[in-house]
């Protein structure tokens, strides 16, 4: 019985001349390798690669492959991300954007990252999601997921949004804001580390709860458990009506809220208009996304089906990639090994000194 044949679908950003180089490159090399190479059909124009073969952008894009390669952004790699969670395949990103945080290679090591896919010298690293509700009047009214962030934000720029964020069934805070972010450890260097959330490393199974902009006294991030669920209410309409007559606020001249437009984006790719009254629920979601890491395999190479690397290694190599990506300063830094040589250095003195016998200077 014939072993099925290795494939791999391809993404790439096709507005950038260096992403169309290196994508042509990638076809040439995994097809000399024996390995089957799709591209989507609405990018074959772009890449011109005759021994691909074209396939619709659909949920069944990447059904059956090894693996989903980006040659792009991180935007470009969400993109692809939709493509690959249906099929539970894992994404390996080459970076040719900005900061690229989610890309796992860089253009010049480009011929490095195919031979290590042929040799499938890899660890799948899994990464948490969200699954997004959205309910209105009691009825769901949209269910989406995102992989970075869920955010709920006003949708005129002259108006600020009136939220009330809820934990577990329990009101937390209400807000006059510019929007709040529900982000995964993914996200964290995303939108939510924008907006003055914290870094949260990978392995750390956890949802964020960030505002932007709030006008409140209670206003920090917030860190809760992966089991928890998460919740934003848009205040307008009736109830702000009511708080106005009260005196506690203004209603516009058209009758609705100075917050009753929202939006909610995932990802910054699918969005959802939010009336006043909608509800937005945020847990963990369902089905991970994959993410195919080079550091980090053995010394033979992982499998596509081997786990990522344990905790401390996979958090040293996030930090690692932190340092990169923001530039941060290191310097100074000796690290475990020249503590290591201190320590043995002053071993050996004690034990030079235990030798001589007491000292005579008494």
Not at 61 to 84: F, K, N, P, Q, W
Not at 85 to 114: K, W
Request: with cysteine; charged share 20%.
């Amino acid at each position: 019985m014939s072993r099925a044949r290795r494939a791999v679908l391809l993404v790439a950003h096709t507005g950038r001349p260096a992403a169309l180089r290196s994508a042509r490159l990638v076809v040439d090399r995994l097809t000399a390798a024996g390995l089957a190479v799709r591209v989507l059909a609405a990018e074959a124009p772009e890449l011109s690669c005759l021994a691909a073969t074209e396939v619709a952008a659909s949920a069944h894009a990447a059904a059956g492959a090894e693996m989903v390669m980006v040659i792009g952004g991180d935007g470009t790699l969400l993109r692809a991300a939709e493509l690959a969670r249906p099929a539970g395949v894992p994404l390996l990103g080459v970076n040719l954007g900005h900061v690229g945080f989610l890309a796992e290679a860089d253009p010049e090591d480009l011929p490095v990252t195919v031979d290590r896919v042929v040799a499938g010298r890899y660890a799948v690293e899994r990464r948490m999601t969200i699954d997004v509700t959205v309910r209105v009047n009691g009825r769901v009214a949209a269910t989406t997921w995102a992989l970075n962030e869920a955010t709920v934000e006003k949708a005129a720029r002259e108006r600020m949004l009136d939220v009330v964020t809820e934990v577990d069934g329990r009101p937390l805070s209400r807000w006059g804001c510019d929007g709040v972010v529900f982000a995964t450890p993914t996200g964290s260097t995303a939108y939510a580390f924008s907006a003055g959330g914290p870094v949260v490393w990978p392995e750390v199974e956890a949802l964020l709860l960030v505002p932007i902009s709030a006008h409140a006294l209670f206003a920090g991030p917030v860190v809760v458990s992966p089991r928890s669920v998460l919740a934003a209410e848009v205040i307008g309409g009736t109830a702000m009506r009511q708080q106005a007559a009260a005196g506690d606020g203004q209603v516009a001249g058209d009758g609705q809220s100075e917050a009753s437009g929202a939006v909610l984006w995932c990802d910054g790719r699918r969005r959802v208009d939010l009336p006043p009254g909608a509800r937005v629920e945020v847990r963990r979601g369902a089905r991970p996304v994959l993410l195919a890491r080079l550091r980090g395999a053995g010394p033979q190479g992982a499998g596509p089906d081997d786990a990522a690397p344990d905790g401390a290694e996979s958090g040293a190599l996030f930090t690692d990639r932190l340092v990169a990506k923001f530039g941060l300063p290191v310097t100074g830094w000796r690290g475990q090994a020249a503590a290591r040589r201190a320590t043995a250095l002053a071993g050996q003195r004690d034990a030079g000194q235990r030798e001589e016998g007491p000292s005579s200077d008494a």
